[in-house]
């Protein structure tokens, strides 16, 4: 039996036997779907998938998305507290700024960032273990941004 080996260019994970960290993310909402419990990590499963894939996300969208991690990792800020919060700015008749990546305007951080933690990890702990480890997810993805300087350090204010 081969094994095959890759490496995902955005957060550096392993690729074994041609499962990508698009295939985990698929994993984990299927989870969330067959298990409805699990969805109340949602918010921190699509933030942390997509910021260590951060060509999904626009430039301009970044610094929000990192606040939002912050602020839902270390303010305990709910989903549901957040989604009033940004009602307004998020309005697509409203907003000047997109939120998903295009050709000209795709998420990237300044420095390189060693993640401790990825797709992969979560799904390897198993359904049984899943909120704690999109929890431990998010707090490992914090810490290793603020680790490699991308996370601002005013990042808590306002």
């Not at 998938?49 to 305990?76: T, W």
């Not at 050709?103 to 390189?112: E, I, L």
Request: include cysteine.
């Amino acid at each position: 039996m081969s094994t095959e080996l890759a490496i995902c260019p955005e957060c550096g994970a392993s690729w074994q036997d041609g499962l990508t960290c698009q295939d985990y993310f698929y994993q984990m909402l299927y989870w969330e779907n067959e298990y409805p419990g699990h969805g109340v990590v949602h918010h921190l499963l699509v933030l942390c998938y997509h910021l260590q894939h951060p060509r999904l996300y626009s430039a301009e969208i970044m610094p929000g998305v990192l606040k939002m991690l912050y602020d839902f990792v270390e303010g305990g800020v709910s989903p549901q507290e957040m989604r009033r919060s940004m009602r307004a700015r998020v309005d697509s008749g409203k907003r000047d700024f997109k939120i998903t990546a295009r050709a000209d305007s795709q998420g990237s951080y300044s420095h390189p960032v060693h993640w401790t933690m990825r797709a992969g990890d979560v799904v390897a702990r198993g359904a049984d273990e899943y909120i704690a480890s999109v929890n431990l997810w998010a707090r490992s993805m914090l810490d290793a941004l603020r680790k490699s300087g991308n996370l601002p350090a005013n990042i808590s204010a306002g």
